[in-house]
């Protein structure tokens, strides 16, 4: 046995420890103990500060108290995520929407993540037209950017559907009041129309005052026929638009527009699936994300200008879609990917689990209308309202900061002393990770926007009990704070690990590691994560693909005839200690 | 306090005018003897540890490290002056360059535990950190086996394999 005395017991020191203790035994010593801290003193302090026998005894003390070094079976081991996601925290929602959220999963037998996130993307396009101010000249809007990978058959489109059935109804009511409103103003143009006619011949025939009169009065009746800011097909949200619409849509419907669809064609469409040479065009999207002025000039069409465009994307589709987004490249270095919460939703769901008969309980009514309130005061409470105009000092139309225009308002949510301290809390232990050669420096494009999408969610969730005019409470921060650790693990590994048939196999691993399985063949891998499915080669392939990622070495004893003749083995293959599965099992 | 006791290896001079400063960190004479520790200007040694002649003058102490076969490998040595160690920079101990001394840093092991010559099987071994916790340690504790490590360097693979082949009396 060794004892080992360590004079600090910082982390570093700590870790040290265990690389000691990790050598000692793979050269056969078979226990390593560590002498607890000497009350902050080395040995020859003892020696010098404390009388013989005092120190002696503090030594003896020392060494009865040491403790076994846990094995450091990681060690040599490349660092590994989880390959199991954390489950949504659905504590960190406020109870209305937690209850509806559990009820839906349970109803649709789908792991609580779908209803969850879908709830999220539902109250951001609701709360889309107001900001958050987070202080340091840094406004965000409400927005988020949601991608869910999931598999087929996972009940996706009904969770979907009844989350955002609320914002199906506001619309219909608000294209019907438009219909209403444009029935009105066409019979009022009509009308007008037939005024001027009237006074255009008058105009015509009459001399003098007579005229002059009539001119005034035609001249009046041009200027109320100014076109009519009653919105042809007012719009909340839509399923499927290439970019182009997408602009369109903003610019018609300033208050926002937001995306949910449970197929993957949007995705398509961004890729430049109608472009003749396949070019992704995500310009407007990265730009609506922020809330950045969108101009476009096109041929032979008057130009759209939007000055605050609103756009929200809840995208729930199949799991390689997740992966198609975050392996183009051209999202990734344009900062679409950075933009996107990335879901990985196929190892929470409940496909091949699910309860059949009975059939589960519905979601009760009450709980969906209680949902579709606070949607509803939500929106109503981010509405842009009017305000009094400010008089420009020298003349001319005066257009505020970020375009806001004077005489209409929407509003902007400022963050209370805590929460505001909380974000920074966050954004401080970040910083010094994005450094280069830091660990998250490869995540920088979506490090970047995490803080900011922390308190966008934060102001949303504030929304649901709070109002625009209170500040962001710091238990909405706190909630925030704890879902955006669950969009972070999510989001490594999404892009650490895009392929779906690799985290399953990882996830698989894991699940062996968990049974006390420490080495696995090639064919245990074809019969695992491939489910016997094709041929050995693909099994070889995906134990390369695992080693070189790290998950899996070559056995030391792999090269060893089979001990009991016959053909020789198959390769076998060092499971990697740090694949460890999440609480989401426990 | 001086002393004019002389190294019983080598016949030099153990204790300088300057031992003092080991004795005030604790050390009995008995224990500084026997690994025979010194304290002295550094002297024209100074190139063997690559530093300026001005580094002559400085105070040093010297630490002799043994070659399991009982002889003097080589000595690590350590500025007594803070202000030296500011005024030369690197690390508080240096050691001869590996191409002198032909090895790099080894386990201090000034009870030559390690030699097989004195191999005993042994229930247990304490590892500790520097030359002067081994020391503190062995005068408190001369019945237990103590190794230090060099400075407060880690230890590497093949110092983790001369240890585990020490003898192991039970489950070692």
Known sequence: MVFLWIDRHDKASEQNAQRIAERLRDEGVQEVRQLPSAMGMDANDLLAKLDYEGARQAILDMFDQAKPIETGADEGWPLMLNPTPPAFPLHALPDEVAAFVKALSTQFQTAPDLAALAALGVLCTAAMNASVDCGNWDEETLALYILVGSPSGDRKSSVLKKVAAPLYAIQEELREEARTQQVAAESRRQVLNTRKSDLERKVAREEGEDRLASQAELDELLAEMQPSDVATDPRLFTNDATPEALVDLMHANPEGIGVFAAESAVVQNLFGHYSDKGNPNLNAVCEAYTGDFITVDRRGKPPLIIPRPRLGITLFAQEDVLATVVGNEKARTQGLVGRFVLIDASPASYVGDRQIDPPPPKTPRYLHEAWEKVVRRIRASCATKPTEPKKPESGGPFVGFAGKEVGVESPSLSLSHNSKGLLTTLEVAVEPRLRDGADLEFFRDWMSRHHGRVARLASTLHLVEGSPEEKVSEQAMRWALEIGEYFLQHALLAVTTPDPLARRANAWLADRLREGVTEVSQRDIHVGPLGGHGKSDGAARLCEQLVSAGALRAALDDERPNPKGGRPRGPRYEINPRLRRSDRDA | ?172
């Open chain 2, 1 to 172: 306090m001086t002393t004019t006791t002389r190294d019983a290896r080598n016949g030099r001079p153990s204790i300088t005018p300057a031992a003092p400063y080991l004795l005030e960190r604790g050390f009995p004479e008995w224990a500084i003897l026997e690994v025979g520790w010194r304290v002295e200007p550094l002297g024209p040694r100074y190139r063997r540890y690559g530093l300026p002649a001005e580094a002559a003058d400085a105070l040093v102490w010297l630490i002799p490290s043994r070659h399991p076969n009982g002889r003097v490998w080589f000595e690590r040595m350590r500025f007594i002056d803070p202000a030296d160690l500011e005024r030369f920079g690197g690390g508080k101990y240096r050691q001869p360059a590996r191409d002198q001394v032909g090895t790099g840093l080894q386990l201090y092991d000034p009870y030559l535990l390690l030699s097989t010559e004195k191999w005993e099987p042994r229930d247990s071994i304490l590892l500790i950190e520097s030359e002067a916790n081994t020391v503190a340690v062995h005068t408190l504790l001369p019945e237990d086996a103590v190794i230090g490590l060099p400075g407060q360097s880690t230890l590497t693979q093949k110092m983790a394999r001369e240890l585990a082949a020490i003898p192991w009396s039970s489950c070692g």
